[in-house]
């Protein structure tokens, strides 16, 4: 079944700096690729897709970028501010199966 | 306006006692979710449903049970809680059948406390 890994799994960055999570996964057949964002004692909120035939992706503040052939996609925030503190998990769907394979997220720190 | 609704949003409950965590949702989305979420660790899906038909994952217990009566209502029954089923229970949606994959969107959770 497919594998999803993430890195790093805390990071701390500077208001105003960018941060950067990466993923990889191991099925080639994923065609799928969201982002969430996991607020304490809160659900995860979708805030980036990104879709196999697509090599990036950019919504205001947050890109994604994906590599198929390397098999690996990334989480782009800039101007990061307090507000963007959270766990950040990745996620790959394999096409023509409707579950999720979860990263094991990553705690992102802003520092004012 | 809320899309998926869990409820309760904290539910207690003692050691063995059945307990029924209650998800709905607005979007008329024809598959649900219950994952379940512990401190520190990603979601792990426990089952699904894709219409009517029932899902379940091979390192679920049988302690764990879902009903879905009808498109917006999905029901997950804990027979006789442990304490190490308490956890974040999370719902989700996600329309399904067109060939291309859509979004799956969470609910805000219920925190289940086992005494």
């Known amino acids: 079944g497919e594998n999803v890994e993430q890195h790093p799994s805390t990071l701390s960055v500077q208001e105003g700096d960018s941060a950067v999570i990466k993923c990889t996964y191991s099925?080639?057949?994923?065609?799928?690729f969201p982002w969430y964002k996991q607020e304490l004692g809160k659900g995860p909120q979708l805030i980036i897709d990104?879709?196999?035939?697509?090599g990036e992706k950019k919504d205001q503040r947050i890109a994604v970028t994906l590599n198929k052939t390397a098999k690996h996609f990334s989480l782009h925030i800039t101007e990061t501010q307090p507000e963007d503190s959270a766990v950040y998990f990745c996620?790959?769907?394999?096409?023509?199966?409707?579950?999720?394979?979860f990263g094991t997220g990553t705690r992102l720190t802003i520092i004012p | 306006d809320a899309m998926v609704i869990q409820n309760p949003r904290y539910q207690v409950t003692q050691f063995g006692k059945p307990v029924t965590l209650s998800c709905s949702q607005t979007l008329n989305h024809n598959v649900m979710y219950w994952y379940q979420q512990k401190s520190s660790q990603a979601p792990k899906l426990l089952f699904h449903y894709y219409d009517k038909d029932f899902n379940n994952e091979a390192d679920t217990p049988d302690n764990f049970q879902s009903r879905r009566p009808n498109t917006s209502f999905c029901f997950l029954d804990i027979r006789s809680p442990g304490l190490g089923d308490a956890a974040m229970y999370l719902c989700?949606?996600?329309?399904?059948?067109?060939?291309?994959?859509?979004?799956?969107?969470f609910g805000p959770g219920t925190r289940l406390t086992v005494t």
């Open positions: 990104i879709r196999s035939n697509v």
């Open positions: 996620a790959a769907r394999v096409g023509g199966n409707e579950k999720l394979t």
């Open positions: 099925d080639s057949a994923s065609n799928y």
């Open positions: 989700a949606t996600s329309r399904e059948g067109l060939g291309v994959p859509y979004e799956q969107y």
